[in-house]
């Protein structure tokens, strides 16, 4: 199923730190912190959940194709990767929520956790 961008802020109680293509489908989910991890399994149009914050958060997010990334436990968010990720059109949403809860309110809405390999 796909989720615009702009209705994960609501479920999510997000705070929009970059809105990128806001009108953009989200068709899986991923979550993890490891950015080598991302790179290897998560997929394309993609909503990424992780605690992770740094300018590499979007170097990753745009080699993978995913379109927003939500930073949990409202920790801060550089602004090197706030500026990075408004150049290339990356939405940034900050939510309280923990990785888990964030994940079962994604998954309540319908997006399916989707990873590129299987080990």
């Keep these: 199923m796909a989720v615009k961008i702009r209705d994960l802020v609501e479920p999510l109680e997000a705070t929009v730190l970059v809105a990128g293509d806001m009108e953009r489908e989200v068709r899986g989910g991923y979550c993890g912190d490891l950015l080598s991890d991302c790179i290897a399994h998560a997929v394309e149009d993609s909503v990424w959940v992780t605690v992770q914050s740094h300018p590499n958060v979007i170097a990753v997010a745009i080699l993978v194709g995913i379109p927003c990334v939500v930073v949990v436990n409202n920790y801060d968010v550089d602004r090197e990767t706030l500026d990075r990720a408004q150049k290339e059109g990356i939405t940034v949403l900050r939510t309280p929520l923990s990785a888990f809860e ?6 309540a809405l319908g997006i399916p956790g989707k990873k590129r390999r299987e080990r």
């Excluded at 964030?102 to 998954?107: D, E, F, T």
């Design 102 to 107: 964030a994940v079962a309110r994604l998954s």
